[in-house]
């Protein structure tokens, strides 16, 4: 891991009077830099060939006399693969441009926890140590902290013991990133859905080695968006975004006995995230949501310290009795941020009488770090 004391030395020589905010563009680049934006920095945005085109055409900012008059990305650095952002020329230019990185999930998957740990010394605006949590199964994983947070999350069953409807987490064998996940409500269909996904290369037998099972949380989900600034030591909820699955969403719309009928390679939905859209909680669960945060907060700061730092997201169900359920946790920018760009947040709106998504609470909490002399808080 790099000593937090480097990237403070890295900062030291930036000119913070010509910062740039910059992302790998994927995920939630477009919420980032669009919130930078809105607090007057400028934005850099690390393309892939092949997948940049949103970012270098069409939401190329256009400024008037500095002042941005359409889109949100002024540069681009331009790679082959992500990676590359590792390569030593490719760090000197990002810190010759005064850049503070926002970790974002292509960040760590398509570059590696160890590069992004070990080898890239740019300064992040954000935990760098607790990025490695998000690796499910790894010794200290959210699951590792939730439980030493006293924080509610669907118990772990073994194959052999299903007995009601349960949740098996496993990767894609296929698609990068994405979840090869099905349910099962007992051995035997858990033994004949794996066989079938088997086959149509959908999982393969390391993932499912390697797979959680969980209790099944029947319940609509939310993703809690949460903020913890160092600075005021106050955690915000922003906002509450749910998301768009495929074939998931498609299973459901349509009748069961239409359901029924689905062949093979039909039936079984995928989980493959393809869009979010946005949420409110009733205001008697809102008390139980902020427990959860501080919970979590709490704990990221006794083991993981200087714990959490700028954003994150709690991604729960919540059951017929109304309890909150802890199924992923994301220690950085959330990946349904974007459906908030521009308008904010419900919540986050009303904290800061101003439109505030998370990418402009992240961008603001820089400003206010810049005022108060004391950058080094928000970065590691």
Known sequence: MIDRGRIEEV?????LDDLRIGMIASHSA????????EEDFRTLAVCQEGREKPYVKYFRASRVRGKVVTGMIDEVLMLKRFSEIMEQENQDHL??????????RSFTSYCGIEAVEDLFMVPLLGSRNLLRSE??????DYYWLLEKAGLPYPEQIEAEEIKELVMVKLPHAVKTLERGFFTASGYDEYCQKADMLLKQGVIDQDGLDLARIERYVIGPVFNLDFFYSPISERIELLGIDWRFETSLDGHCRLPAPQQLTLNERQINPEYTVCGHNSATL????????????????EATQKHYAPGIIGPFCLQTCVDKDLNFYIYDVAPRIGGGTNVHMAVGHPYGNAMWRAPMSTGRRLAREVRIALENDCLEKIVT
């Open 30 to 37: 477009l919420d980032t830099a669009d919130g930078a934006v």
């Open 135 to 140: 690796e499910r199964g790894d010794k200290r």
């Open 282 to 297: 009733r205001e008697s669960l809102l008390e139980k949501a902020f427990e959860l945060a501080e919970g979590y907060v």
């Open 11 to 15: 900062l030291r020589g930036y000119d």
């Open 95 to 104: 810190r010759s441009k005064n850049t503070l990185f926002v970790p974002n």
